[in-house]
């Protein structure tokens, strides 16, 4: 026969609590910690990966890369967007189509719309968001290529940076940060929530003595 302190002992009571449950709610917080990472980790990957693209026409010859700054092409384009082109040779553009060219005055990289041909060869460019063509009709040895891709988005930073818009930049990178931070949880063993995870074992009764 046990003794009434022998069962309050064994019972588990209000300042004891179940071992079973404490060993739930830390699954639960592991299970939600690795999907946070397992999130962190995909936005990672994707972001990488349009980089990727957006970068690797820099060091193939024939392709340029060029990220949209403004909002001439709207709505085809938008601000951000990384406009891929490929150098056809002095093969004959066709009205229409969109082309990477170096401003004739100023010699940084546009991309317009091609909307007439002139005779001696020269191409006249428009923004599809602009009221007017280009003023300067556009050599044809100045047209660096036609577009042929679009990765959206990817070149925001560089916008920001170029025209001194700190606070989205500075977000970017902090947000940025935070999820190479956080993939660890999706990608260490150590934070794996379901690799010392034991069965719980019944709780077997205990014997009571004859009276």
């Known amino acids: 026969m046990t003794t009434v302190a022998g069962r309050?002992?064994?019972?588990?009571?209000?300042d004891r609590p179940d071992p079973g449950t404490r060993r739930v709610e830390a699954k639960g917080g592991d299970e939600a910690r690795f999907y946070v990472g397992?999130?962190?980790?995909?936005?990672?990957?994707?972001?990488?990966?349009l980089a990727v693209i957006?970068?690797?026409?820099?060091?193939?010859?024939?392709?340029?890369?060029?990220?949209?700054?403004?909002?001439s092409m709207s709505p085809k384009l938008r601000p951000g967007d990384v406009v891929i082109a490929v150098d056809r040779g002095y093969v004959p553009i066709p009205i229409g189509t969109i082309i990477v060219f170096e401003d004739p005055h100023r010699?940084?990289?546009?991309?317009?719309?091609?909307?007439a041909i002139n005779p001696n060869g020269s191409y006249t460019t428009k923004g599809d968001a602009n009221a007017t063509a280009d003023p300067t009709p556009v050599p044809r040895d100045h047209v660096r290529g036609s577009g042929q891709w679009v990765v959206p988005y990817v070149g925001l930073p560089s916008v920001w940076l170029s025209t001194g818009r700190w606070i989205p930049l500075l977000l970017?990178?902090?947000?940025?940060?935070?999820?190479?931070?956080?993939?660890?949880?999706?990608?260490?063993?150590?934070?794996?929530?379901?690799?010392?995870?034991?069965?719980?074992?019944?709780?077997?009764?205990?014997?009571?003595?004859?009276?």
Do not use: K, N
């Open 38 to 49: 397992l999130v962190a980790l995909i936005a990672v990957l994707v972001f990488a990966t």
């Open 172 to 211: 970017t990178i902090a947000a940025t940060v935070a999820c190479i931070w956080f993939v660890r949880y999706a990608v260490e063993p150590r934070f794996d929530p379901w690799s010392d995870i034991t069965p719980r074992q019944p709780a077997q009764s205990e014997p009571v003595a004859p009276s």
């Open 54 to 71: 957006a970068l690797i026409p820099m060091v193939v010859p024939g392709s340029t890369s060029t990220s949209i700054t403004s909002g």
């Open 8 to 14: 309050r002992d064994a019972s588990q009571g209000p």
């Open 107 to 115: 010699g940084d990289l546009v991309t317009h719309r091609i909307v």
